[in-house]
């Protein structure tokens, strides 16, 4: 009995070694190369199998994609719908400003969109930094700066618009809404050369006015008819254009073509969810009412 048990263990233990031996001749190992690629090793061959490296995907019903990086930066202060009869709200009107963004950083709105849920949409248009209406303006994109502000109107303007605001606009006439009466105000350095009367009649008026025509016992004295010709937007323009803070920090855009009087409807009277939407289409700013 001990001989056969003997036996017995030691065939086990050499079986044992055969199967150990054999197993590991074909254990399967699994790698991964820094390519994404997975390499299976198996008695010495290898084959390679590749597997894409993994994508972050957003959360089922996420927004992310849909969010413009530039929301939070430029937003919808107020939208105003547009009253048929009313003095103040004849025409629709909405605001936008900016914020959060830093000193020396830029947005360009030109091209970007605003809907509503009528389904009345406009594009926000080219507007011109250097307006100068003795010539045809040179339009350029519409570009924004920290704490500006826009403000587009439906309907059209006498002449050309889209421009940004400077000290000289309250000379321009038959804009509505009006600029404001902020021009530069004549210097007594400026005119002391000219008469007593003459500079009594300069001083007399207010800023932005319209110097001519001149009384009728002023058109004759020396230089004050040529004086009182340069009050005016173009003249203000060029001698001023280089004053630190000339361009103010607003906008103004007119959507119907200028000298038209053309008024278009955007907003609903009542209420109105207004988007809007940058160049890609994705959301920047929404305001409901």
Not at 140 to 148: C, K, P, R, T
Not at 154 to 180: K, L, M, T, V
Not at 242 to 249: A, I, K, R
């Amino acid at each position: 009995m001990s001989k056969t048990a003997d036996f017995l263990f030691l065939l086990f233990a050499f079986l044992l070694v055969i199967f150990a031996a054999y197993a590991g001749g074909n254990f399967l190992t699994e790698n991964y190369s820094e390519s994404g690629t997975k390499t299976s090793q198996n008695n010495g061959f290898s084959s390679s199998t590749y597997i894409s490296p993994p994508v972050l995907q957003p959360a089922a019903g996420g927004a992310s994609s849909y969010i413009s990086p530039y929301a939070g930066k430029v937003l919808i202060s107020s939208v105003i719908p547009g009253f048929p009869g009313f003095q103040n709200t004849k025409y629709s009107q909405i605001h936008l400003y900016t914020a959060g963004i830093t000193k020396g950083e830029f947005v360009n709105i030109t091209r970007w969109k605003v809907t509503t849920n009528r389904g009345a949409s406009f594009i926000i248009p080219q507007g011109s930094m250097f307006y100068h209406s003795s010539t045809s303006p040179q339009y350029g994109d519409i570009i924004l700066d920290s704490y500006d502000y826009v403000y587009i109107y439906s309907h059209a303007p006498p002449y050309h618009a889209n421009f940004r605001i400077n000290q000289c606009s309250g000379y321009h006439e038959g804009f509505d809404p009006s600029f404001s009466n902020q021009c530069p105000k004549i210097q007594k350095s400026e005119i002391s050369h000219l008469i007593g009367a003459c500079q009594n009649y300069l001083l007399s008026l207010q800023t932005c006015q319209i110097g001519i025509p001149i009384p009728h016992d002023l058109r004759y004295a020396a230089g004050c008819y040529e004086a009182a010709q340069k009050l005016n937007y173009d003249d203000c323009y060029n001698m001023h254009k280089n004053d630190p803070g000339f361009f103010s920090n607003e906008w103004r855009i007119w959507l119907g073509p200028p000298g038209t009087y053309q008024q278009i409807n955007i907003f609903d009277l009542y209420h109105d969810k207004v988007q809007l939407l940058d160049e890609n289409g994705r959301l920047v700013d929404e305001y409901v009412y």
